[in-house]
């Protein structure tokens, strides 16, 4: 089994910035891949950013420029800075893992095996 915990939401104005972290511990694979999702409040949940074990990184359109994702293989963690946020980045967001990606790069919910709790990020206008 594998835990996902994140941590790091809180409310913030627009224009300025958070930092989300995600530990995952357990049976973690060192293929394993890691991605950011979100769900804002009416909305399905959507895929935001990832990053394999090679360090490769794939962004949604919505997030490109302003968002970063990067990990710490050492730690099992990952992490996601969020730049010029917008009061439309209001979400819970949502760290995911896939065991034995083997370099690949995901964006779909369904190909992730572990999922956290959810974090609460609130830009105000």
């Known amino acids: 089994q594998v835990q996902v915990e994140e941590s790091g939401g809180g409310l913030v104005q627009a224009g300025g910035s958070l930092r989300l972290s995600c530990a995952a511990s357990?049976?973690?694979?060192?293929?394993?891949?890691m991605g950011w999702f979100r769900q804002a409040p009416g909305k399905e949940r959507e895929f935001v950013a990832t990053?394999?074990?090679?360090?490769?990184?794939v962004y949604a359109d919505s997030v490109k420029g302003r968002f970063t994702i990067s990990r710490n293989n050492a730690k099992n963690t990952v992490y996601l800075q969020m730049d010029s946020l917008k009061p439309e980045d209001t979400a819970v967001y949502y760290c995911?893992?896939?065991?034995?990606?083997?370099?690949?790069?995901?964006?779909?919910?369904?190909?992730?095996?572990?999922w956290g709790q959810g974090t609460q990020v609130t830009v105000s206008s």
């Open positions: 990053i394999n074990n090679r360090y490769t990184t």
């Open positions: 357990g049976r973690l694979f060192d293929t394993h891949t």
């Open positions: 995911a893992v896939r065991q034995w990606a083997y370099g690949g790069i995901y964006r779909g919910q369904d190909d992730y095996n572990y």
